[in-house]
RNA sequence: GCGGAAUUGGUGAAGUGGUUAACACGCCGGAUUGUGGCUCCGGUAUGCAUGGGUUCGAUCCCCAUAUUUCGCCCCA
């Protein structure tokens, strides 16, 4: 059996619609604030991923999914998307549009060449913001904003954001110096992988969880000290933002991200829930204000965030939120004689075509198995074909809770369904999903209801 | 890249170095000659991840590979 690929999942059934209903809902989000849906190509020429994202870096080191074409170009399948968004900005001269900022998300598959566990798959699902032509604090505070009320609007509690400052370039060189200088006496004290981050990317020091409880790592400068005024200014400008939306976060120092192009502001948005694991933050992102020069572009502020929707689903898994997930027929047509099949065929076409979600019997069931598949398909019709009713011009129509049945004219099939569906739902709830016992319905939550 | 655990039918699983590998669910059929969901009865084929090895004999023991899963590093 040829099996998929490590670190891959196929999703269908269930899982598939609520994959589906959570990138509506990011959707409707993203066009409330006025982000346009962007779709960039899932592989990219790798040297755009080394440029930006940076050499030094484990994702482009060790993670990335590269070949060669039959044309030997060197192709890397995306391991993240600001990189190709940025790459589509400037190529398409999206600078010159005369709305400003640009305002973009994309919802996509990324590659990572990594080792799977929970949470972590070589085929992952990130939805991402970028809005590119800002430097306004306010963007910054709208950008976590925003992922915070997705998560909200899910449902989801236990939502921590963490803020932190690299601050600009010369913030950023001052820091540099003084952390190496710190660490250079007690550089035998640190493990392998810090001794080597030291001479290439002191910063990622700070967030190695295997020193992290040493004495040098407790008593290191402080990022938040070294940043200059402005930098500084900045910083406190977009926490007063936060503050004016309501999103609660804590400033972390140690907060420093993965990928070279941060400045300024960097966040990460950690789910606090039970049994989570290790990989507990559903999304990040942060400021990248010089990587639009650096990919060839003019120089042009921008910031964005991302987050994993494979995650996403198994936070909403573990805290038991349950999702609407449309699972009911309006009617399921059945039929015994060849005579009725033909009718069937036909008046399944009708029926769908003026808007009934209809299904029928396609393996050759008896009356018998076509009952029991309209239940399992939660069918609130039944309609059973009869040649001798078919003859009279009439249609038996069974409401399958109430157990009623009734002939219908087949002239009034249409109105007579229609009629029934509607005060079907007024005594049941019109989101048409089934609701264990004990679970909450969030079916009204809705993207024409959410509170922000 | 490093380490731990796992892999039995359509599904959940029990189990043993030796004739037909439990049990449950599901599915199909019958009781009910065109009205199901309950009940009862019957059926569900070549099925113990793959490839080697040990053995008279392996689903079981050993090795390798694959996949899954959980950690480390890192990331969403």
Redesign the pocket.
Known sequence: ?I???????DIYGVEAKKWNYVSHIIEAVCERYNYNFIRTPIFEASELFHRSIGEE???VS??MYDFKDKGDREITLR??G?AGVIRSYIENKMYGDAIQPVKLYYNGT?Y???????????E???F?VEVIGSDDPMIDAEVISLAVNIYRILGLKGIKVNINSLGDQESRDNYRKALVEHFKPHINEL?E??KV?LEKNPL?VL????D?ELEVMKNAPLMTDYLNDESKKRFLEVQKYLDLLDIEYVVNPTI????DYYNHTVF??EADIE???????????GRYNGLVSELGGPETPGIG????????M?ALEKEQIELPVEDSMDAFV????DT?KDYAVTLVQELRMNGFKVETEY??????????????LN?KF?I??????LKENQI?I?N??T?E?KLVEIDYILYYLDEQLASFEEDSCDCGCHHEDGHECHCHDDEDSISF
Not at 207 to 210: A, G, L, N, Q, R
């Open positions: 059996m099996t998929k690929q490590k670190g891959c999942h870096t484990d994702v060790k993670e391991p993240e600001t990324m990572r060449y990594e080792r799977p566990q929970s949470g972590r798959d070589r992952l699902t990130q991402g493990c992988d810090c981050r990622r967030d190695c969880k295997v992290h420093v991200r993965g990928l990460e948005i049994g989570f694991g290790s990989q507990n933050v559903l999304g990040a992102g965030f991302a987050m994993g929707l494979g995650r996403l198994l059945m039929y015994v004689s009725e393996t050759g069931r008896g009356l018998k198995g076509q009952f029991k598949q309209a239940d399992r069918s039944l059973i074909l009869n040649d001798k009713d038996k069974k399958n809770q157990k049945e």
